[in-house]
């Protein structure tokens, strides 16, 4: 998947446990209605948590790029986590998703943001701190119009042009 060429997320395809999408890709969603006079959010399916989960943007955006996840880059659903909590030192750190390798040690993280949230280095900042409880090869941030990947060079991380698929991810060299 190359960077920012993938436009509006929602576009790549069948993904999830439940993969059932309209026209434009989306989860199958459950729309917000009144029931009994109650007001109910809107839900959709994460096939991770294998749970119905309120319909933010954000979680919008995160269901979108397991599915990039999956069918671009071949990742076994088995092999993700969303909503990941860690901690280091005192601090107590969410990473949005999680990718493990073959050995089940973490891969990469990603951070998934609301699509008007700009992919500023504060983002990259956020996910390079999950990185120092995690340790990993690969990180990602995107907001569903765009998405960086980043893999690690040595003690730094370098941007990619294009994400590899899981099974090269797990080789020694990018």
């Not at 500023?120 to 990180?139: F, G, H, M, T």
Request: aromatic share 8%.
């Amino acid at each position: 998947m190359k960077h920012g060429e993938h436009g509006k997320h929602g576009k790549h395809g069948k993904h999830g446990e439940h993969g059932e999408h309209g026209e434009h890709g989306e989860h199958q969603e459950h729309r917000e209605h009144q029931e009994h006079g109650e007001h109910r959010e809107a839900l959709i399916w994460d096939p991770l948590r294998k749970k119905q989960v309120a319909l933010t943007p954000e979680e919008r955006v995160r269901q979108w790029f397991i599915g990039v996840l999956q069918q671009r880059m071949k990742v076994p659903a088995h092999m993700m986590m969303s909503e990941v909590s860690m901690n280091f030192g005192r601090k107590l750190f969410r990473a949005d998703i999680l990718v493990y390798g073959r050995d089940t040690a973490p891969l990469m993280v990603v951070e998934c943001k609301r699509p008007e949230v700009d992919m500023s280095r504060e983002v990259l900042d956020q996910v390079l701190r999950y990185n120092l409880a995690l340790e990993v090869k690969y990180l990602a941030i995107t907001n569903g119009t765009k998405t960086f990947g980043f893999v690690r060079s040595g003690d730094t991380f370098v941007q990619l042009n294009e994400f590899p698929d899981w099974e090269t991810m797990q080789k020694s060299e990018p």
